[in-house]
C-alpha cells in the first residue's frame, strides 16, 4: 500500500527527512514514532503529497506521489491531529459535505452515513451540533468522516492525543475494527503503548531518520533487556554506587529513579531486600524503554 525510497526534505538550509525508505502492506497497521521535531508530521504530508520532497520516491495505492497525489489522495482517509470538523454543520452534514469533497453523488454518501454514524457511535447524535460533542465523540466523528470515501488506507495523526482512558480505548476499538475488515492503517503517536497495542510493524524516527524499524515485540526483544527494576527511595545513590553495576546489565538514574535494565530482575531484587529503605517496581521491558533508549530523554520541544 506503501514504498518510500530514499526521502528527502530540506527547509531553508536543514534536511528533517534524511533518506526515509517505509514499505507497508495491504491490511497492515504501520506506525511512526519518534520524538519532537523527528519529522513525523513532514513525512505524512509528504507521503500525502501536499509537499514536494526534495528527492526519493514515493508509492502510495500503487499511485506515484506527488506526480498523480490527487489520485493518490482519493484512496486515503486522513485523521488530522487537531479536528477540524464544521461547527456550523451538525454531525450528519459535517460527514455529507466532506463526501462531496471527494466528488461523490449527495445519494451514495447518504447511503453511508447510517453505517458511519453507527461506526462512530453517534447514531443518536446525528442532529446534534459539533460543540455539543465532547472531545471523544469529535474524535470519533473525525475518523468516521475520513472513511466517507471507503478508502483503502488511513493516516492518522496523534489520534488519540487529549482523549481520556475511556475515549482512547474506544478509539482503539473503531481502529481495530478498521484492520479486521481489511484496511491498512499509518499512525503516528506519542503513547507507546498505543504503538505497541496497534502496530503490526513500526519505525522510529529521530533527526529526520529511521533508526529502528521492526514489529514491537521484536524491537523490544531485540534492542533490550527482557525486565526493568525501577529502584527508588532513601539511600538509592549509595546503592547505585555499590550495586547497580554488578547487578544490572545497563543502568539510567533518572531524577530520583534508578531504571536497572536486566535479565534476572530475581537477582536484583533479593539484592534490594537487603536494604528496606529501598522501594522498587519490577516490570517487563517496554516499547517506551526501547524508544527511550535510541532517542534519548533529553527534551526535544
Ligand atoms: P514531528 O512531526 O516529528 O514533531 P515535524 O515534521 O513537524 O516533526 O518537524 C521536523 C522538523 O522540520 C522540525 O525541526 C521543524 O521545525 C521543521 N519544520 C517542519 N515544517 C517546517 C516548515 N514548514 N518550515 C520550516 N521548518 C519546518
Known amino acids: 500500500m506503501l514504498k518510500v525510497r530514499g526521502l528527502t526534505k530540506r527547509y531553508g538550509g536543514t534536511e528533517v527527512v534524511r533518506g526515509v525508505d517505509l514499505h507497508v502492506r495491504r491490511g497492515e497497521c504501520f506506525g511512526l514514532l519518534g520524538p519532537n521535531g523527528a519529522g513525523k508530521t513532514t513525512t505524512l504530508r509528504l507521503l500525502l503529497g501536499l509537499i514536494e520532497p526534495d528527492s526519493g520516491s514515493i508509492e502510495l495505492a500503487g499511485i506515484a506521489v506527488p506526480k498523480r497525489a490527487r489520485a493518490a489522495r482519493m484512496k486515503v482517509g486522513v ?65 468516521a468522516r475520513a472513511l466517507v470515501h471507503d478508502p483503502d488506507i488511513l493516516f492518522l495523526d496523534e489520534p488519540t492525543t487529549g482523549l481520556d482512558p475511556q475515549a482512547r480505548h474506544l478509539i482503539w476499538q473503531g481502529l481495530r475494527r478498521l484492520l479486521n475488515e481489511g484496511k491498512t492503517i499509518v499512525l503516528t503517536t506519542h503513547f507507546m503503548d498505543e504503538a505497541e497495542r496497534l502496530a503490526d510493524r513500526l519505525v522510529i524516527l529521530d ?34 554506587h555499590a550495586r547497580a553495576a554488578g547487578l544490572c546489565q545497563r ?5 530520583e529513579t534508578l531504571f ?38 533529553d527534551l526535544r520541544d
Open 79 to 143: 485523521v488530522p491531529q487537531m479536528d477540524n470538523l464544521d461547527p456550523d454543520f451538525s454531525v450528519r452534514e459535517n460527514l455529507l459535505a466532506y463526501g462531496r469533497y471527494f466528488g461523490m453523488a449527495r445519494s451514495a454518501i447518504a447511503a453511508r452515513v447510517p453505517g458511519l454514524l453507527e461506526f462512530a457511535g453517534l447514531a443518536s447524535k446525528a442532529d446534534a451540533q459539533i460543540a455539543q460533542l465532547s472531545g471523544g465523540m469529535k474524535r470519533r466523528l473525525t475518523l
Open 207 to 240: 533527526h529526520g531518520r529511521v533508526v529502528a524499524e521492526g514489529a514491537p515485540r521484536a524491537l523490544i526483544e531485540s534492542h533490550i533487556e527482557p525486565a526493568v527494576v525501577e529502584v527508588f527511595g532513601e539511600g538509592l545513590a549509595d546503592w547505585t
Open 251 to 255: 543502568f539510567e538514574t533518572v531524577g
Open 260 to 297: 536497572c535494565y536486566t535479565d534476572s530482575p530475581d537477582t536484583v531484587i533479593g539484592a534490594l531486600k537487603q536494604t528496606p529503605a529501598l522501594r522498587y517496581l519490577h516490570r517487563p521491558s517496554n516499547l517506551e524503554d526501547v524508544f527511550l533508549k535510541l532517542t534519548g530523554r
